[in-house]
């Protein structure tokens, strides 16, 4: 997507083209005046202003806010499952979707969502243990020896994905992989 916002002195401009927008979303948004609303509300410095308004005004902003809100919800958790489902662990994700990498059940409750929402049935997640061989470093020197940890995914491939991910962060490559399920829940 190619949404761009530029902004001057005196002036904000929001640039998309209309293949970044193929549904309409951002063109109801700004036609029903919710994303008019958002704005106005995220502008609002406190429980006083929100009192100040007018109380259409204040209904408006707050009915379309809640409106904005709600459709954002559905895109968080959409992401969340296409994000772990591409291999990003539950660390990452939950530092993506909260700021905070200790806060693994709400990334977990947020995918749970985000697999309902999408209508997939419930997902039985894998332990795996894991080896690996012939890790390399970024200056192609191998590294003494096995490396061994576990891992909870979807798939066993998702858990490959999430490994290679925590090994290319060290700037390693990995050469093998053995992954042997040890525990099934139904998370």
């Known amino acids: 997507m190619t949404v761009s916002i530029t902004r001057t002195a005196d002036a904000t401009t929001i640039d998309w083209e209309r293949g970044d927008d193929p549904q309409g979303y951002l063109v109801q948004a700004i036609d029903t005046g919710r994303l008019e609303a958002a704005l106005t509300a995220l502008g609002l410095s406190d429980y006083a202003d929100i ?26 958790r959409s992401m969340t499952v296409a994000c772990r489902e591409g ?35 419930p997902v039985r997640m894998t332990t795996y243990k894991w080896t690996a061989d012939r890790i390399t470093t970024a200056d192609g020197d191998p590294l003494p020896g096995s490396m061994t940890g576990s891992v909870t995914s979807v798939t066993k491939e998702a858990a490959r994905l999430s490994i290679e991910s925590q090994l290319r962060k060290k700037g390693w490559t990995l050469g ?3 992954l042997t399920p040890v525990l099934w829940t139904e998370d």
Do not use: N
């Open 51 to 76: 009192a100040a308004m007018d109380e259409y005004e204040r209904a408006e902003a707050l009915r379309g806010t809640a409106a904005l809100v709600a459709e954002l919800t559905r895109r968080v």
């Open 87 to 121: 291999g990003m662990t539950w660390g990452t994700l939950a530092s993506a979707v909260t700021g905070d990498p200790e806060a693994r059940s709400t990334a977990r409750s947020t995918y749970e969502a985000g697999l309902r929402q999408l209508g997939t049935p």
């Open 176 to 178: 093998t992989l053995t």
